[in-house]
């Protein structure tokens, strides 16, 4: 067993728990735009302004969740940086990703 298992172990289950609320939030919100646009006639002329929010508001909640996603805390050095598409290395310490020993 490395030095590092078990913060990897908790790192890729935060991983999913962060997938799962990111597909969470875009439901929802997903959800609050079809009741926007069911009860269009009720809003009036301020329908379209409420879309637009409601996608900015999506579009807004995807791309912090996303970037909160990317962040890794090195546990060698304590680190915090960002991963890139395919894993990446702690420009500190030079740590891989999911890497178990040093």
């Not at 919100?29 to 926007?36: I, N, Q, T």
């Not at 646009?37 to 995807?62: E, S």
């Not at 915090?80 to 020993?101: E, M, N, S, V």
Request: a positive charge.
């Amino acid at each position: 067993m490395g030095k590092h298992t078990a913060y990897w172990e908790n790192y890729s289950r935060a991983q999913v728990r962060g997938a799962l609320r990111m597909s969470g939030v875009i439901l929802a919100w997903v959800f609050v735009l079809a009741l926007l646009a069911a009860g269009h006639d009720a809003f009036g002329k301020a329908f379209p302004w409420l879309i637009g929010a409601g996608l900015v508001g999506l579009a807004a909640t995807t791309a912090w969740l996303a970037m909160r996603a990317q962040k890794v805390v090195c546990p060698e050095c304590a680190t915090t940086y960002t991963r890139h598409k395919w894993g990446g290395c702690c420009p500190h310490c030079g740590l891989g990703l999911l890497q178990q020993d040093p």
